[in-house]
C-alpha cells in the first residue's frame, strides 16, 4: 500500500509564496502522472498542475506563470511551487499518482490559506 503524504501548507499573505511537498512511501513503479488538485468547500476537486513521466506539464489557466509542479525521483517526492498568492488560491492540495494499470494514488491532502 503506497501512501502519499503532503506537507507544506499553511497561512500565507497575499503576494507570498510556499511549496507542498508529497513524499510517497515507497517507489511507485510505472508512473504515468503526477499531480497537485485542489479543493474549497462546496466546490469539485480541480487539477492545479500535472506531470507527466515524459516530463509534459499541464497548468490550470488560473495557476499558470505562477505555479510550477516538479518531482525529485530519487526521493520520491513531487512539489508544487507556489508564487504570487492570491486569495483565491485557498484550498486544501491533495497530491496524486496514478499508474499505467490506471492507480490512483491520493493523499490526504494539506491546506493553504492566502489572507491578510
Known amino acids: 500500500q503506497v501512501q502519499l503524504v503532503e506537507s507544506g501548507g499553511g497561512l500565507v499573505q497575499p503576494g507570498g509564496s510556499l511549496r507542498l511537498s508529497c513524499a510517497a512511501s515507497r517507489v511507485i513503479f510505472s508512473i504515468k502522472a503526477m499531480g497537485w488538485y485542489r479543493q474549497t468547500p462546496g466546490k469539485e476537486r480541480e487539477l492545479a498542475a500535472s506531470?507527466?513521466?515524459?516530463?509534459?506539464?499541464n497548468y490550470a489557466d488560473s495557476v499558470k506563470d505562477r505555479f510550477t509542479i516538479s518531482r525529485d525521483n530519487a526521493k520520491n517526492t513531487v512539489y508544487l511551487q507556489m508564487n504570487s498568492l492570491k486569495p483565491e488560491d485557498t484550498a486544501v492540495y491533495y497530491c496524486?499518482?496514478?499508474?499505467?494499470?490506471?492507480?490512483?494514488?491520493w493523499g490526504k491532502g494539506t491546506l493553504v490559506t492566502v489572507s491578510s
Open positions: 496524486n499518482v496514478v499508474d499505467y494499470l490506471g492507480i490512483n494514488y
Open positions: 506531470l507527466t513521466s515524459g516530463d509534459s506539464t
